[in-house]
Nanobody, 123 residues
């Protein structure tokens, strides 16, 4: 359980969209909350969103609420982060993670991490 492989991301213009996917091994999505974090150059990890292991709840950082959507597909063991209305401030390496506390933003509580995916938004 817990191996996470990310795909997607890349380069977009401001106002554009990108999609990130995170495919997990085994029954990871039904065991763990699935979080998304990002790290911009020179900054610390920032919580982005979390998809609850119940498969029915999602929570977002204020900075992305209304623009990003997180969803999960247990049959495919995949969590997706749809990012719309991108701004240059969204430029970062994005990480998916398994574990955590649904109601907290603490990255240290997540036990499995994807490899990271670069997202670059040009103005």
């Amino acid at each position: 359980q817990g191996q996470l492989v990310q795909s997607g991301g890349g380069l977009a213009q401001a106002g554009g969209s990108l999609r990130l996917s995170c495919t997990a091994s085994g029954r990871t999505l039904s065991i763990y909350n699935m979080g998304w974090f990002r790290r911009a150059p020179g900054k610390e990890n920032e919580f982005v969103a979390v998809f609850g292991r119940s498969g029915t709840r999602a929570r977002y950082a204020d900075s992305v609420r209304g623009r990003f959507t997180v969803s999960g597909d247990n049959a495919k063991n995949t969590v997706t982060l749809q990012m719309d209305s991108l701004t240059p401030e969204d430029t970062a390496v994005y990480y998916c993670a398994a574990g955590g506390n649904f109601d907290a933003n603490d990255a240290s509580t997540y036990v499995h991490w994807g490899q990271g995916t670069q997202v670059t938004v040009s103005s």
